[in-house]
């Protein structure tokens, strides 16, 4: 039976929350969380000591998908860590501010 990840909206999210953003590069540059650390998903296994303190540790990714399964493996490991339901598209939907690396307005991708 899957893990019951714990799940939080964009509009519950604290405005001190520790944020790790999982999604890949070319993503994370266009448009993310002022803040947040990035470690793509792929990479969290091996880039523990990079993963930012937080109790909890909020995981995004695009729409929460991803994030939903670094929560669980992340809680599996130690970690208090909480999915952010709907990710950063419902972020953006929300009118919720982002800052980018391209120099452009940010969106997400």
Same mark, same amino acid.
């Given at each position: 039976?899957?893990?019951?990840?714990?799940?939080?909206?964009?509009?519950?999210?604290?405005?001190?929350?520790?944020?790790?953003?999982?999604?890949?590069?070319?993503?994370?540059?266009?448009?993310?969380?002022?803040?947040?650390?990035?470690?793509?998903?792929? /990479?969290?296994?091996? #880039?523990?000591?990079?993963?930012?303190? @937080?109790? !909890?540790?909020? *995981?995004?990714?695009?729409?929460?998908?991803?994030?939903?399964?670094?929560?669980?493996?992340?809680?599996?490991?130690?970690?208090?860590?909480?999915?952010?339901?709907?990710?950063?598209?419902?972020? /953006?939907?929300?009118? #919720?501010?982002?800052?980018?690396?391209? @120099?452009? !307005?940010?969106? *997400?991708?």
């Amino acid at each position: 039976m899957p893990q019951q990840v714990p799940t939080v909206s964009v509009s519950d999210l604290p405005d001190d929350a520790v944020v790790l953003d999982v999604r890949e590069d070319d993503e994370w540059v266009h448009g993310h969380i002022e803040g947040a650390t990035h470690i793509p998903m792929g /990479e969290v296994p091996a #880039r523990l000591d990079d993963v930012p303190e @937080g109790d !909890p540790l909020y *995981v995004t990714c695009r729409s929460g998908g991803r994030s939903a399964r670094v929560a669980a493996w992340l809680n599996q490991n130690g970690f208090d860590a909480v999915n952010v339901g709907g990710g950063m598209g419902e972020w /953006e939907a929300a009118g #919720r501010p982002m800052v980018s690396e391209t @120099g452009e !307005p940010p969106f *997400v991708r």
